[in-house]
């Protein structure tokens, strides 16, 4: 078994190198929930600077927003992003 065993003979260089593991997993948990945590912030925080124009309809499966503009028959008009949802 002394092939299999490679540089692992002693127990100690096999611990440390499970918890540099162990420790770099927890490093990048954190670092993940840090960043999750930071981003539903800003966007809370960005919401409130910048209220979106319109209403709000809620639907099977999630929330429209939508803009009721002009007169005449209706049509629908899907925006594909942040700049396109404020053109008149």
């Excluded at 162990?22 to 981003?39: E, R, Y």
């Excluded at 979106?52 to 503009?69: M, T």
């Amino acid at each position: 078994m002394k092939f299999a065993l490679g540089n692992w003979k002693d127990g100690g260089s096999m611990a440390r190198f499970l918890k540099t593991i162990v420790g770099s997993g927890a490093t990048v948990l954190a670092t993940t929930a840090g960043l999750a945590a930071f981003t539903a912030w800003n966007r809370k925080r960005a919401e409130q600077l910048v209220p979106p124009e319109g209403q709000f309809a809620d639907v099977k499966g999630g929330r429209l927003h939508y803009r009721a503009l002009g007169e005449g028959a209706p049509i629908t008009a899907l925006a594909g992003s942040c700049a396109t949802s404020r053109m008149p």
